[in-house]
């Protein structure tokens, strides 16, 4: 069974731009949480979107916004990038979220200069 | 709201060197214990799902285990390939996100 993948794995941006980070769950897997982990906090939850409604969400500015489509595939953007956005943004799929395990995907590294 | 502790923050091991690693929580009403582990620029990988006080589970050189208050994840005879970072999350009430602890950085030495 194929992992959960995330497109791109690297990004360099410039303060101000916006992004648009992609992400594709295991089959069958119909949540999808998107996660930010930087050095100095570790991980944080940012939301979950399961069967296309967001469930959850953390504590992180309204530019922090997210999407399901009805495949269960997933999308992250931040707008009105800051330097303090440079982090690996991380997504993981389960069953159902509750309290079922999560897969994370291999992260994609966004760098805000 | 929900917390995690990690302790230690790292530790280097001989190989050979059984250790163990502690998860701390404070949580309203927790659904689940997941150990992770995550590799230099790669995503955390699963390894454990702890439901309930007094249940174990192993893999490997790997072993762990809960209490109402804390989890260990106990290494036996480690090996320099079990070098890597140990994170520790929660679940807890209706919330399906995970709170996770700052990690362990775990160094085995040959």
């Known amino acids: 069974k194929a992992g959960v993948t995330q497109t791109p794995r690297y990004l360099i941006k410039t303060r101000g731009q916006q992004v648009t980070l992609s992400c594709s769950p295991i089959?069958?897997?119909?949540?999808v949480s998107w996660y930010q982990q930087t050095p100095g906090q570790g991980l944080q939850f940012l939301f979950e979107?399961?069967?296309?409604?967001?469930?959850n969400k953390g504590n992180f500015p309204g530019r922090f916004s997210g999407r399901q489509f009805s495949n269960s595939r997933s999308e992250m953007n931040v707008s009105t990038l800051e330097l303090g956005d440079s982090a690996l943004y991380l997504c993981?799929?389960?069953?159902?979220?509750?309290?079922?395990?999560?897969?994370f995907g291999p992260g994609t590294r966004l760098t805000v200069l | 709201e929900d917390q995690v502790t990690q302790s230690p923050e790292a530790l280097r091991l001989q190989e050979g060197e059984s250790s163990s690693l502690n998860c701390s929580y404070t949580v309203s009403g927790l659904r689940g214990l997941f150990w992770y582990r995550q590799d230099p620029g790669k995503g955390p990988e699963f390894l454990f799902t702890?439901?309930?006080a007094g249940e174990e589970k192993e893999k490997e050189r790997l072993k762990a285990t809960l209490t109402k208050k804390e989890s260990f994840l106990h290494i036996t005879a480690p090996k320099p390939e079990d070098s890597a970072t140990y994170l520790c999350?929660?679940?807890?009430?209706?919330?399906?996100?995970?709170?996770f602890g700052k990690g362990i950085t775990l160094s085995v030495r040959p």
């Open positions: 702890l439901y309930s």
């Open positions: 999350a929660v679940q807890a009430g209706a919330n399906s996100k995970l709170t």
């Open positions: 979107y399961f069967s296309e409604t967001q469930r």
């Open positions: 993981a799929s389960s069953l159902t979220g509750r309290p079922h395990e999560q897969f």
């Open positions: 089959s069958g897997h119909r949540s």
